[in-house]
């Protein structure tokens, strides 16, 4: 079974070893931190080779995504989108998401990027339409990403896990 899905890294599998296989810094979570703000989102671009890349030229050469993670209990969410911003089907994956935590206070937080800023601020204001006590908050200080880092990792993991599947194949 694990040679269908790779979901578990084993040490011992080459698609593995080959898209995953690099040690993790395990830090301990400040719960003061985590009653700070509960969400992290970001866009990030994939290419074919399943790796992280933004785009410089202007062609489609990579595919957007949206990753959501939750900070408290590390679930993740995560969709392909045609356009950053305010789209209809990502609002309704993000309010999705937000609902499946079954928290009605929740704090949203993503970089400083104007279309995400501007995702996040719809989805707050429909969550508050249905009852839910939605913060956005912007990043905090220079160096944004680093602000949701969270984000960030669940990024790397999913490279990982689309490299050790292309490797399979």
Request: with cysteine; hydrophobic share 35%.
């Amino acid at each position: 079974i694990h040679e269908l899905t790779h979901m578990e890294y084993q040490s011992w599998c080459e698609h593995c070893v080959s898209g995953r296989g690099r040690g993790h810094i395990h830090h301990s979570i400040d719960q003061t931190t985590l009653e700070e703000f509960n969400i992290e989102c970001d866009y990030t671009y994939w290419s074919l080779e399943g790796v992280a890349s933004k785009r410089s030229d202007g062609e489609d050469t990579a595919v957007c995504s949206l990753t959501l993670v939750d900070r408290r209990t590390g679930f993740p969410g995560a969709t392909v989108v045609t356009k950053k911003g305010s789209v209809a089907f990502v609002v309704s994956m993000v309010c999705q998401f937000l609902k499946r935590l079954r928290r009605n206070k929740l704090i949203v937080r993503g970089d400083g990027e104007y279309a995400l800023q501007s995702l996040l601020k719809v989805v707050a204001d429909r969550m508050q339409l249905q009852g839910y006590d939605i913060t956005m908050q912007g990043p905090r200080g220079v160096a944004s990403h680093q602000s949701i880092g969270g984000a960030e990792k669940k990024h790397d993991t999913l490279a990982g896990v689309i490299k050790s599947w292309v490797s399979h194949i």
